[in-house]
């Protein structure tokens, strides 16, 4: 059993007595309810006046943000990371992919059950700018405008945290918080289900519609964790794959050809849907390949760091329905 840890006092350790090079968590963020990357480096955290240490380290539902998209900077050295559920499956999915040595990480685990969503605390707030908010308990306190208003912290939770399918971390050497109750997630999403039942011509309507928003700004790639190549096809030039113009049709070829990608590989964390500006619907399509893998397969994305990746694997009984 994984042994429970205070986030502070184990960072403290890790980085005092050179366990690891570098740690990396959250601290608070700059706007309301938000969190941000805190990287901390052995020997010089919190060693100058003014800079920040272990002791700045927090979580807690603000704590939305991947941070193993992070990991990509620091190759080569002994890394702590805090992980949710979610993002210990991206971890987990990197060690199959032998980008990281498992002997390398230290894992503090964070269960989580859901996070912050800026758009849905603006749904819930009717505002997107509050005065000010803090979140007590499983409420959030906002003024807004000057009037004070009291909203459950479920309205303001990530859609995809509704149904984790692991919500405590598979991937842990160290526990920073208390296990939380599972969701039962063996069913596919509302929105899936919801495509399922859709003709043919509503689903391309529908692809055409979000593609029409899309401006190619590539901000889901960059949160992406299993976005790590170092070119990505959409920014050569030679010969050039991808266009960049406002015609619906290039923001069509990088998504289909992105989400080629990470069929098999996607996690669910929905750090590429918070980070998109146009609020484009890519859960929709994440969901969608995530639940092809789990019934034609048999795989769960990141949920055994031992296993084979699904692209690199193979049995002889394998579905092929989605060849021509």
Known sequence: MTERADLRTIAAKLLADG????????????????????????GSAGSEPGQAGPEALVFDARCAMNLVNLLHKFKGKKVAIVVKGCDARALAGLVQERQFDRN??????APCAGVISPRALARALNSDSPD???????????????????????????????????????????????????????????????????TRAERWR???????????????????????????????????????????????????????????????????????????????????????ARTEYGYEAGADAQAPPLIGGFKPDDPNRFTL
């Open 19 to 42: 366990t690891v090079d570098v740690l990396i968590g959250w601290q608070p963020g700059s706007s309301p309810l938000s969190a941000a990357p805190l990287i901390l480096h052995a």
């Open 132 to 198: 000010s908010a803090t979140l007590k308990n499983d409420r959030i306190h906002a003024v807004c405008g000057g009037v004070e208003t009291v909203v459950p912290l479920s309205d303001a939770l990530d859609p995809g945290c509704r149904r984790c399918a692991m919500r405590n971390p598979q991937i842990a050497d160290w526990l920073v918080a208390d296990p939380v109750a599972q969701t039962d997630a063996s069913e596919p999403a509302e929105n899936v289900e919801e495509a399922w039942r859709m």
């Open 104 to 109: 390398d990480l230290v894992v503090l685990g």
């Open 206 to 292: 529908k692809f055409r519609q979000e593609m029409a928003r899309c401006i190619l700004c590539h901000a889901c790639r960059q949160v992406c964790p299993a976005c790590y190549c170092g070119e990505c096809f959409a920014d050569q030039s030679r010969p050039r794959l991808a266009g960049r113009t406002d015609d619906p049709a290039d923001a069509m070829f990088f998504h289909l050809l992105r989400w080629t990608h990470l069929a098999g590989r996607c996690t669910g964390c929905g750090a590429c849907e918070r980070a998109c500006p146009m609020g484009v619907d890519l859960r929709l399509y994440n969901d969608f390949l995530r639940e092809f």
